[in-house]
């Protein structure tokens, strides 16, 4: 029987940061506050019991320069994570690598690799006081030999960057247009590629075809919760048929939205519901498609799934 590792995730990006016009100066956070209370939400929905997420939270450059700490949600909200260890949940890290010296500047991607390397480098010395995470995720998706080798170092066990069959626009530097869909080792010369073992495993932010009401075909996206339900539904359905032609037995699959994503009063959305409850809709319709198949499934955590899978794999070889 096969059996399914569903790691739902949250990036806690400030309000506005995501979508088809992202602001990068935006630091305001009203949708992680109205999360505050999703384990409970989650936990009381009909078919949802209780769900061990990864918060991957913002700890980086720009909180620093702007809000006075690269720290600054770890600290500001030290008794929630606090809390939702204790239940459970993974608290990773999610930095951004911007320059952004003032508030009127305009926040820049560091893109040279060596120097996105040092920034990282530099941040955990801060960081690693007071936080001490095992799971990694690069803000908008990217990496470099030389940054996915230095959160190797720095002993991340493991990464969730890689969004596969996705490439940046202009300028950008994500690139994982031939990446596995699956949990892999990266080749140290070429991350899109499976390699020999290393000490962090990737598991990719997993993609789907979803069409949105402006797009005039389906476009690969990474598997978001927080979509209008009759846009899951549909994803839900082709990729149930995926499912049934694989032969893997053990597979991970690894969900992301953005706190803004599920905050009503934010306006209308072609893409996002802004809703709890249709997240929530959204996660049950997942698990009910996986019942119907008869397949075994467990939600866990990143970390979670990614020692479990290398069991896993273990067991294969012996």
């Known amino acids: 029987m096969k059996k399914h590792l569903l790691c739902l995730t949250l990036d806690t990006d ?61 600290e500001k909200h030290a008794e929630f994570w606090t809390r939702l260890a204790s239940q459970g949940h993974e608290i990773g890290w999610h930095p951004h690598l911007y320059r952004q010296p003032t508030a009127d500047d305009a926040p820049a991607i560091i893109v040279d690799p060596i120097e996105a390397k040092d920034e990282l480098e530099r941040l955990w010395e801060q960081i690693k006081r007071i936080f001490h995470p095992t799971s990694f995720r690069n803000g908008e998706g990217w990496h470099t030999a030389e940054t996915y080798a230095a959160v190797e ?10 969004i ?36 962090m495993l990737e598991l990719p932010m997993n993609t789907w075809l979803l069409q ?6 389906p476009r690969v996206r990474y598997m978001n919760p927080a979509v209008h339900p ?14 049934e032609c694989d032969g893997v037995d053990l597979k991970v699959w690894v969900m992301i939205f953005h706190p803004d994503e599920v905050l009503e009063g934010q306006g209308a959305d072609a893409l996002c519901a802004r809703s709890v409850p249709d997240l929530c809709r959204n996660l049950t319709s997942m698990a009910d498609a996986l019942r119907r198949r008869g397949a075994e499934f467990e939600w866990t955590t990143v970390s979670n799934a990614a020692e479990l899978w290398r069991i896993h794999q273990q067991c294969l070889i012996a």
């Open 164 to 199: 596969p069959g996705r490439v940046g626009g202009a300028a950008h530097p994500m690139n994982w247009e031939q990446a596995p869909n699956q949990p892999y080792f990266p080749n140290p010369q070429n991350l899109c590629q499976p390699g020999n073992e290393r000490s």
């Open 230 to 243: 009759h846009l899951f539904k549909s994803a839900v359905a082709n990729w149930e048929l995926a499912c």
């Open 153 to 162: 170092r720095l002993g991340f066990l493991c990464d969730s960057t890689a």
């Open 14 to 74: 400030p309000d506005g940061l995501n979508g088809q016009a992202p602001d990068r100066r935006s630091l305001k956070w009203k949708g992680l506050e109205h999360l505050r209370e999703l384990p409970e939400h989650m936990a009381s929905a009909p078919g949802l019991a209780s769900i061990p997420m990864t918060w991957f939270v913002r700890a980086d450059g720009q909180l620093e320069s702007i809000l006075g700490s690269a720290t600054y949600l770890l």
């Open 212 to 217: 949105a009401p402006y797009d005039a075909a």
